[in-house]
């Protein structure tokens, strides 16, 4: 078996996936095929691009996306340590500057001495040697075509969206505020306080919006993918439903009247300047100009700069219950490895964490070592588990509590229950990582300053 492991995509699964292989002392040829050829979300070159938001989601490890992450820096994930270095103000989530982000990500990757950046778009796996695949939700017409005839399976797809982002400039002050929802953090967030005017007036015209045409085969299916909907499907499920969902005005009180608005719009900073801000939840397919016409009547965006609008873009991804164990590794063949929003692991940090158990297998398997199977009291552990373990009609799944295993004894209160739920899966990961002789290791240094 060949040493050096391929991996295919440039994402955060496939960084990921790269960087712990080659910091397991195992060389990687990593395959990204932009520039040369770019997708319909993609707009840079750069690895680890973010095309939906620019949040990874909280960092609290009593949110189960904060676990998720806790667990992650205890692996020693590429991917957090650039996000972190990248951070922008957020409230307790997590937010990066897009462009700073995917400039760290490139330069850690670029360099490793014992990884290998190839610009070139990959139509054939490799069936000699260990290979991740991690080409993401974007996967190329020619390398999908190739995983179905590999796997046997027929593509599952969903369609996946992206919120505009406007300048920071452009907004009215006058006519917004500045908050946190129940004033947790900082007052990251600027808010667009809406009357039940403005809003039934907002909802009206954004039902009556020209969308951009689907193609043949998404006419044919058009499923959407629940975490990351159009705000106008959400809106057509009910005149109600953006005020229960994305512009919920929970924990949120105008200063200029000590009132709770009908409705709020939320901005969230985009790059490290503070010069950007999208519009948190408003990922849309709407025509640019319609876009535009409904946005702009949103409190204090009616002279809005649309630095980008919303776009909805194909996703892909394979029936992993079928197809792999919870190592990732294909059941027809262990050493093809998948990783990523391919394997059903919804989120920008879901992807990164197959990615690194994927890339920690990967070279397990090439140094002869069994791979590993994370304890299920861990998200990430309990996250793999589902999607290559879930039966009936599966979904991809995002990290939540509902994976892991109850406690014992029950704990009734749900602030006391998700304390014990981190407190467990810290305990167990440094049981594990002790057993197994890991731990965190190849650290960025002075990459990026």
Same mark, same amino acid.
């Given at each position: 078996?060949?040493?050096?492991?391929?991996?295919? *995509?440039?994402?955060?699964?496939?960084?990921?996936?790269?960087?712990?292989?080659? !910091?397991?002392?195992?060389?990687?040829?990593?395959?990204?095929?932009?520039?040369?050829?770019?997708? %319909?979300?993609?707009?840079?070159?750069?690895?680890?691009?973010?095309? !939906?938001?620019?949040?990874?989601?909280?960092? &609290?490890?009593?949110?189960?996306?904060?676990?998720?992450?806790?667990?992650?820096?205890?692996?020693?994930?590429?991917?957090?340590?650039?996000?972190?270095?990248?951070?922008?103000?957020?409230?307790?989530?997590?937010?990066?500057?897009?462009?700073?982000?995917?400039?760290?990500?490139?330069?850690?990757?670029?360099?490793? $001495?014992?990884?290998?950046?190839?610009?070139?778009?990959?139509?054939?796996?490799?069936?000699? *040697?260990?290979?991740?695949?991690?080409?993401?939700?974007?996967?190329?017409?020619?390398?999908?075509?190739?995983?179905?005839?590999?796997?046997?399976?027929?593509? &599952?797809?969903?369609?996946?969206?992206?919120?505009?982002?406007?300048?920071?400039?452009?907004?009215?002050?006058?006519?917004?505020?500045?908050?946190?929802?129940?004033?947790? /953090?900082?007052?990251?967030?600027?808010? !667009?306080?809406?009357?039940?005017?403005?809003?039934?007036?907002?909802?009206?015209?954004?039902?009556?919006?020209?969308?951009? %045409?689907?193609?043949?085969?998404?006419?044919?299916? $058009?499923?959407?993918?629940?975490? !990351?909907?159009?705000?106008?499907?959400?809106?057509?499920? /009910?005149?109600?439903?953006?005020?229960?969902?994305?512009?919920?005005?929970?924990?949120?009180?105008? %200063?200029?009247? +000590?009132?709770?608005?009908?409705?709020?719009?939320?901005?969230?900073?985009?790059?490290?300047?503070?010069?950007?801000?999208?519009?948190?939840?408003?990922?849309?397919?709407?025509?640019?100009?319609?876009?535009?016409?409904?946005?702009?009547?949103? $409190?204090?965006?009616?002279?809005?700069?649309? =630095?980008?609008? *919303?776009?909805?873009?194909?996703?892909?991804?394979?029936?992993? $219950?079928?197809?792999?164990?919870?190592?990732?590794?294909?059941?027809?063949?262990?050493?093809?490895?998948?990783?990523?929003?391919?394997?059903?692991?919804?989120?920008?940090?879901?992807?990164? @964490?197959? +990615?690194?158990? @994927? +890339?920690?297998?990967?070279?397990?398997?090439?140094?002869?070592?069994? %791979?590993?199977?994370?304890?299920?009291?861990?998200?990430?552990?309990?996250?793999?588990?589902?999607?290559?373990?879930?039966?009936?009609?599966?979904?991809?799944?995002?990290?939540?509590?509902?994976?892991?295993?109850?406690?014992?004894?029950?704990?009734?209160?749900?602030?006391?229950?998700?304390? @014990?739920?981190?407190?467990?899966?810290?305990?167990?990961?440094?049981?594990? &990582?002790?057993?197994?002789?890991?731990? @965190?290791?190849?650290?960025?240094?002075? =990459?990026? +300053?």
């Amino acid at each position: 078996m060949s040493r050096e492991v391929t991996v295919i *995509g440039g994402g955060l699964a496939g960084c990921e996936a790269a960087w712990q292989i080659a !910091c397991q002392g195992v060389p990687v040829m990593l395959y990204e095929m932009r520039p040369k050829r770019m997708t %319909p979300a993609h707009r840079t070159g750069q690895l680890a691009e973010l095309v !939906c938001s620019n949040s990874l989601g909280s960092n &609290l490890p009593t949110r189960a996306p904060g676990l998720l992450k806790q667990e992650m820096r205890m692996l020693g994930s590429l991917i957090l340590e650039c996000a972190d270095r990248a951070a922008v103000p957020a409230g307790m989530a997590l937010a990066v500057g897009r462009e700073a982000f995917s400039a760290l990500v490139t330069e850690a990757i670029e360099g490793h $001495p014992l990884i290998r950046l190839v610009r070139e778009e990959v139509t054939s796996i490799p069936r000699e *040697g260990v290979t991740v695949v991690a080409t993401g939700p974007l996967t190329s017409d020619a390398l999908a075509q190739e995983i179905v005839a590999l796997l046997g399976e027929d593509q &599952l797809y969903f369609y996946d969206a992206m919120a505009p982002i406007v300048t920071l400039e452009s907004i009215d002050e006058q006519k917004v505020f500045r908050a946190s929802r129940y004033g947790r /953090g900082e007052a990251d967030y600027i808010n !667009c306080p809406m009357t039940r005017e403005e809003y039934d007036r907002f909802v009206e015209a954004l039902l009556s919006a020209e969308r951009i %045409p689907l193609r043949d085969f998404e006419r044919e299916d $058009p499923r959407f993918f629940e975490a !990351c909907l159009p705000i106008e499907v959400l809106a057509a499920r /009910g005149h109600e439903a953006l005020a229960h969902g994305p512009l919920k005005p929970v924990g949120l009180r105008d %200063p200029r009247t +000590g009132q709770r608005p009908y409705a709020v719009v939320q901005l969230r900073q985009d790059n490290l300047a503070g010069t950007l801000y999208n519009l948190v939840g408003f990922q849309t397919n709407l025509r640019w100009s319609e876009q535009k016409r409904v946005f702009s009547l949103i $409190p204090g965006l009616e002279h809005a700069e649309w =630095v980008r609008f *919303g776009q909805m873009h194909r996703n892909t991804y394979i029936n992993s $219950p079928r197809l792999l164990e919870p190592t990732l590794q294909w059941r027809g063949d262990g050493s093809l490895l998948f990783a990523g929003q391919i394997v059903g692991t919804e989120g920008y940090m879901g992807s990164a @964490a197959s +990615g690194l158990v @994927a +890339g920690m297998n990967a070279a397990r398997l090439v140094r002869g070592e069994q %791979p590993i199977i994370l304890p299920t009291t861990t998200m990430l552990g309990a996250l793999l588990y589902y999607v290559t373990r879930a039966t009936g009609d599966w979904q991809p799944m995002k990290p939540n509590f509902g994976l892991l295993p109850p406690l014992t004894p029950a704990v009734r209160s749900k602030k006391a229950r998700y304390e @014990a739920y981190a407190e467990r899966s810290k305990q167990d990961l440094e049981t594990f &990582l002790v057993a197994q002789g890991l731990g @965190a290791s190849c650290p960025l240094g002075n =990459v990026g +300053g």
